[in-house]
């Protein structure tokens, strides 16, 4: 033939013909497999038929008592299964119509008595072929089963009585792997508790609501344009157990009956509030005097004297040591150039107010682990972001000068979860941006892995320094300053 090696047409579709058998085969392969494994997570081959009906529908009363979604996905894997057989039937509808196109062409070639390379199939043509429209297919297709779970029957029985959770819910409506990571439970390391008190943290696509049911129920019952109940507790219970964003309601938010007008600027910014401005029914303490860190029962232990304004004063601003770097020293890294900036920490503002004295602007994270760091950083004057680590920041693109982190993240964090983090502040942080560690905690033993997880992003770095904590413990403090990374 002219133009190169070229496949003939009787050759082609004998191989178009193979491939077709080899999808057929390909189909029944999965529909006995699944069939295997489903009735051997049943059981129904381990038992007697009576034995085996009255399990199944022991595990059947389960689910459905369950709502059929918080201990294992039924429809999500009927649907995975559907998606599975259709793009197997799509598959072979374009292998169908591929050859029926090669033969009319054939059959006008020998007609016309004339090849050309247009008419016909080169080597490379036909590899591409097969690696985008054969291989690739029958791989998303394998990948989709292997990636579906199904549970053990004691699993589901115990989900079912217990309210343990045997299965990440919707786990199974999900194919990108990526996708799957991000939705799947990190159980903190060595089954430490972190910052919110929980030794497991969901990150958020509102999907975890399905396993709060009561709670988002109870949360939603209100009468529309009613006083909304004293329940922000229940909102945050919600907000951490990864049932986020919560939904709006057409409720109004009650406030304190004693609430006073806050101190003006100049005077709010290092003065304890008038605690006539807070909601205390929900805490231990009921006023800002016995949140004092001389008191352990106070009812928080992340922010230790974060609430005696003489003792915050101090901090980054004086008693500089190796790993308390001074707000000066950092600013003067980048000179007029940190203006806005994000700290993510356990905090009640003092380092949002301290920066607001050197003219840059920072929002502070925040929840009420305990005491009212929410109401706190507003009554001083400053920006408190209500947000747990499950979300994705809402902030745009490469637009903040500075983030700033402490007393959040420890040596309890799951490694991947704590990916997720990084690369979302990775995210908002500028070109040119400082990323400012503040004592970070770990196990000697694990801080190789916590120090590739900051490394990675290959940021300059202007400070690194680790010292000792304790005997097993140590600290690590850096001001690291990312790249361009122009298109």
């Known amino acids: 033939m002219n133009g190169g090696p070229f496949f003939t047409r009787w050759r082609f579709s004998r191989i178009i013909a193979m491939i077709q058998i080899i999808i057929g085969l390909f189909v029944i392969f999965i529909s006995m497999a699944s069939l295997h494994r489903f009735y051997n997570a049943s059981g129904l081959l381990h038992f007697s038929s009576k034995e085996a009906c009255h399990k199944f529908d022991t595990i059947t009363e389960g689910i459905l008592r369950e709502g059929g979604y918080a201990t294992f996905d039924l429809k999500a894997l009927s649907e995975r299964v559907d998606e599975v057989l259709s793009q197997m039937a799509e598959l072979q509808e374009k292998l169908e119509s591929t050859a029926m196109k090669l033969g009319k062409n054939a059959k006008k070639e020998k007609n016309n008595k004339v090849s050309t390379v247009a008419e016909n199939i080169t080597l490379v043509e036909f590899k591409r072929f097969l690696e985008e429209e054969v291989i690739r297919p029958l791989y998303d297709a394998h990948i989709s089963l292997r990636l579906t779970r199904i549970p053990r029957p004691e699993d589901v029985v115990l989900g079912a009585h217990s309210g343990a959770l045997m299965e990440d819910p919707l786990l199974n409506y999900f194919t990108v792997e990526e996708t799957r990571k991000y939705i799947t439970a990190k159980v903190n390391r060595e089954d430490m508790l972190n910052v919110y008190d929980t030794n497991k943290t969901y990150n958020t696509i509102g999907h975890t609501c399905v396993l709060m049911k009561k709670e988002l129920d109870k949360y939603m019952n209100y009468d529309v344009g009613s006083y909304c109940g004293d329940d922000w507790e229940l909102g945050q219970q919600l907000m951490i157990g990864g049932c986020d964003p919560l939904p709006r309601r057409r409720c109004l938010a009650r406030a304190s009956k004693l609430y006073q007008q806050p101190l003006p600027i100049n005077e709010s910014l290092w003065t304890i509030p008038d605690g006539?401005?807070?909601?205390?029914?929900?805490?231990?303490?009921?006023?800002?005097?016995?949140?004092s860190y001389k008191n352990l029962k106070r009812g928080y232990n992340k922010c230790v004297g974060c609430f005696d304004m003489e003792k915050e004063k101090l901090k980054w601003v004086s008693n500089g040591t190796l790993t308390n770097f001074l707000i000066k020293d950092v600013l003067n890294v980048k000179p007029g150039e940190i203006r806005i900036g994000l700290d993510v920490s356990v905090t009640t503002g003092t380092f949002a107010a301290r920066m607001r004295e050197f003219n840059v602007t920072i929002v502070s994270t925040a929840l009420n682990l305990g005491a009212p760091f929410s109401e706190t950083i507003a009554l001083r004057g400053l920006i408190p972001l209500y947000t747990t680590m499950s979300q994705r920041l809402p902030f745009f693109d490469n637009t903040m000068d500075l983030i700033h982190t402490s007393n959040f993240l420890d040596g309890w964090i799951d490694l991947q979860l704590m990916d997720f983090i990084l690369f979302d502040w990775d995210r908002v942080l500028r070109p040119g941006g400082?990323?400012?560690?503040?004592?970070?905690?770990?196990?000697?033993?694990?801080?190789?892995?916590?120090?590739?997880?900051?490394?990675?992003?290959?940021?300059?770095?202007?400070?690194?320094?680790?010292?000792?904590?304790?005997?097993?413990?140590?600290?690590?403090?850096?001001?690291?300053?990312?790249?361009?990374?122009?298109?």
């Open 276 to 291: 006539g401005n807070v909601r205390w029914s929900k805490y231990k303490c009921r006023n800002f005097k016995c949140l």
């Open 434 to 487: 400082l990323l400012w560690v503040d004592k970070f905690s770990c196990e000697r033993k694990d801080l190789d892995d916590y120090m590739y997880m900051f490394l990675q992003f290959r940021y300059k770095k202007h400070k690194w320094v680790v010292s000792f904590k304790s005997k097993k413990e140590v600290y690590l403090s850096a001001l690291l300053e990312k790249p361009p990374r122009s298109l």
